[in-house]
């Protein structure tokens, strides 16, 4: 595996994870 690869799957993680907290936190209704 390429570290540039391995780059972009990390950001695309980090991108899910916080997609996943501000859909969680409008069903909340925080916002």
Do not use: F, K
């Not at 996943?20 to 909340?28: A, L, R, T, W, Y």
Request: glycine share 6%; proline share 3%; with cysteine.
């Amino acid at each position: 595996m390429e570290p540039n690869q391995q780059a972009e799957t990390q950001a695309e993680l980090v991108t899910e994870t916080l997609v996943e907290e501000v859909s969680i936190d409008g069903m909340c209704g925080v916002y």
